[in-house]
């Protein structure tokens, strides 16, 4: 945005009787009687003047000269210098006054083929009439040298400034009005032939004379004020830039109104700073500010206003408002349309902004509508071969090849290419990016045979014009080895991608490594060499990490590496404070959709998951979610991470179904964009199976686990790490749906491989080895269960710290392996310590009551049927109890164990009443059951 240029307001000399005043004034009082005749002849000149035609005239013209209205005082300076110009008594230098003011008037409305020619008349002659050092000649060679600077001639300009400014310094004074206004607009020619350190010179200089003179309030003082920000801006200096600016703003608001032209025009410039320095938070906030105080304004067709629509559009397209932005461009592109400037190169720029817009939100309809708007009046003004034209044919191009209507791209670039042929030859470097477009749209299109061609081209022109290493000539490279992949050219693209690699440390800059490594990692994924496609997407991650904390503040660089110590320390809590004090000051800084203070939010939400803090999990996950959709797209691999993580999160915090569904479009859109055999494929896949088993439906786990099993293996090996952990997820799932004849040879290899891996024992093999036992238990391997049992239980023993659960339950697993034997005297004392410490731990639980029963039923084969008799309804008066408590898969068969113990006892010791009474009651159970099972 161009900065706002300060009034060139003129300094002149006045008509005879003011001469005359200058006069006397400058003679001082050497009379006191010729001051008084001065006073007294004053009333009676002005009484003449007054009834003097041409006198009227003289201030008619420069009344509208001040007014700015210089359209209605053209007519009027030239019948006033026609009059003068024939009258014998007219005063020569009068006359020159007045075609000066015409001169400059023609010159305000853009009339320089008359204006220019009468001012350096004008020049002339008072240079030979007073010469150089003369105020009135001093003036006029500054007022033509601020036309040849309007005109565009900055060179002629700085030579005729360069010489009337240091003597304006000298003879009128620095503090003079001419003096103030030269040194600013001299400083603008500088900027048109960019010297911008020299034009801050010159603004500072005239920055402080114009205080001293008017004061830091005047109208003229903020002119300048506002062209000084913008001269820190243009050197780079953007906190004085942002200081001064909003000083500036704030005392225009003060003293000229808050809605007035110049205020707009700073108020239009502090936003764009804001949106340079990417600050959109404050230049939205600052330009709604605005539009509250005056509503009407958003309904507005003044130009003054146009620009700060565009400032609020980009600066809602920064926080990621796409909706908003489309509002005010909408609005900016009415006005141009209205004032039937469809042709403008504004106008045009706009339309092409909103397309894009459009395409970001994947509207693609509109989008390619705007642009082939935009093309069409390319082509009508200027021909299908101007550079606008192929320009817009280019985007119009892009933006089918976004919506996946490929052969509408092709269509374009084919006739874009044509006529760059047609001009410039085969070998122009303009064909490159048409070249490079064209193969991709052809391999979109699945016709790859017909894109490798056009690709080497391509190749070959990039490396010659741009050089091998250059960002687009790997990307074009990369396009090619997708050419082979897709034309079964199998070696020629992995040896494509390893000089890609090679080409790649040192060369190329940050962003362009990170694409490099993420699409190797897919390729070589997807070529079966999964030991490389693991290496590059490691080496993709680590970059990513590097990338965020080399752009960091050094006061949050250092937050964040407290941060991360704290976290490889094990220190929860403390690394949770440090990341959300690394968050608030990224958000406060960066802005809440930055993608580095996404990154750090993703990272907060991991803590809180790791720390068990689930719902905090869901809110960070959530928030860092729906900024990544906005920002880098819902398929960026970093946002597919973000939405992986919070599925887990919702996983932990048991809303199962929302984790499945997450899960379900995380591995879907992977395995589109990564393949199958991908690892992060293969671990949203393996999480989804994990979401399916929790919400009983484990025959689903069992199928989707199956598949990254046979994935793993085919791909990495049997012994590979991630294989043995599906394993370890299968076991238990074929067990749970019967399957044992699957789940214990798996269990069995578990086994052994914890064992090897864990000789002294670790608490992950004892709960494998604890799941191979109660297979053994459920296929009647009695001996095998206990020979496992034995030595876990001595184990937990030995460490029950944490562990007492897991205790009981091999307690009373071994205690079932000797009942089961009929070894009865042995089995009752391992079940009753396990049932003293269930007792201790959870007395009314089902647990409890069921080791109750167990201890029944082993006392009863002891024939110490009191004991028995007591165990035994007790227990099953406390399963009722807690019958809903009690797994559904487990409730029926655990009941009708205990009554069938109960009719057992009762039958013993001759109670055949009794007896009877539970046969009854277990009739009726499994009535109840089947009717259920029906139903």
Known sequence: ???????????????????????????????????????????????????????????????????????????????????QSSSLTADKMDTLFYQELLAQSLAKINQFERALPMMESIYKTRLQTYGKENRSTIRSEFRLASMYQDMGNSEQAIRLFDECIPLSRKIIGKLDHTTIVSLNNAAFAYQQRGENEKALQLLEESFSYCKATYGIDHVLTLRIMNNVAGAYQLVKQPKKAIDLFERCYKQARAKIGPNKPLTLQILANLSQIYLETKEPGKAVSLLEKYFEEFPGQTQAADPLILPIFENLEQGYLQNGQSTKAVQYLDRYVEYQIKQNQMGNPETLRSLSQLAHIYTDNR????????????????????????????????????????????????????????????????????RLFILHFLGQALLKTKQGGKAIPLLERCLTLREKVLGEFDKDSQLTRILLCEGYLETNQMSRSIEVAKAILQKLPGKADKNTQKEILLWASQLFARTGQSALAEQYALAYKKLTQESVTASLPDEQLTLLQQAEAKKQAGDWIEAISLYQKVVKAMKKKQGKDDPETLRQMHTLGEMYLNAGETKLSIATLEECFNGQVKKIGANDPETLSTEDLLGQAYYRHQDFARAKNIFEEVARTRSLKLGDDHPETLASAEHLGNAWYRLGEPNRAVSIWEHVLNRIVAKQGEDHPRAWEIKQQLAPAYQKTGRLALAIPLWEQCVVKMRVQFPNGSPRRLEVEEHLAQAYLEVNRFADAYSLLVPICNNRKQDLKGHEEDYIKDLSGLAECLYRSKQYPQAEFPMQEALDRQEKIAPKSWQTAKLKTQLGAILLNEQKYYQAGKMLLGGFQDLQKQKKNIPIDLREKVLEETLDQLIQLAKATGNKEQAQKWIVDRQAMRKEKNSTVNK
């Open 363 to 430: 509207q693609f309809d509109q989008s390619i509508q705007l642009l082939q708007q935009v093309s069409d009046i390319q082509i009508r003004k200027s021909g299908v071969t101007s550079i606008d034209s192929q320009n817009s044919m280019f985007r119009l191009a892009n933006a089918l090849l976004a919506a996946e209507q490929g052969q509408r791209a092709i269509s374009t670039l084919t006739l874009l290419d044509q006529n760059m042929v047609n001009q410039f030859g085969e070998s122009d470097p303009r």
């Open 1 to 83: 945005m161009g900065k706002t240029k300060n009034k060139k307001e003129i300094s002149y000399d006045n008509y005879p009787l003011k001469r005359l005043k200058k006069i006397v004034l400058s003679l001082g009082v050497k009379t006191v009687i010729f001051g008084i005749l001065v006073c007294s002849l004053t009333p009676i000149v002005t009484k003449a003047e007054e009834n003097d035609p041409l006198q009227l005239q003289r201030k008619s013209a420069e009344r509208l000269f001040h007014q700015e209205n210089y359209t209605s005082a053209i007519p009027i300076l030239e019948n006033i210098i026609r009059t």
